[in-house]
């Protein structure tokens, strides 16, 4: 993936907006970024999984069917509230660097950038 630590962090409010939804667990959430056009490994998914838990955004629990154990995780109160903040400021940025076609030319933009 280009430009990844830029797009970092639409890959983590994606998790966490899902999570907020309701319950995921990793092959899911892999498949689900996949169609966004983000190709992630299990090797780059669960490190930020686990960050996103270890810093009270998620919490996990597993769970068990005959011989295989799955990892699902939910969005905390944290991880709820953070997620409305995220969707204010990227509704805020967007309406910056997305054009609106009903708008003529902006006045005041800055130039020589």
Known sequence: MDHRD?????????????AAEGE??????????????????????????????KKGY?????EREGRTAR???????????AI????VKAKELFGEIVPDPRQSKRTGKRSGL
Do not use: C, D, N
């Open 6 to 18: 830029l797009l970092s962090g639409f890959i983590r409010l994606h998790i966490l907006h899902h």
């Open 24 to 53: 995921l667990y990793g092959q899911w959430m892999i498949e689900e970024l996949a169609r966004h056009g983000y190709r992630l490994s299990p090797g780059t998914l669960y490190p930020l999984l686990h960050g996103l838990e």
């Open 58 to 62: 998620l919490v996990s629990r597993m």
């Open 84 to 87: 409305k903040l995220a969707t």
């Open 71 to 81: 990892k699902y995780y939910r969005a905390t109160p944290l991880g709820r509230k």
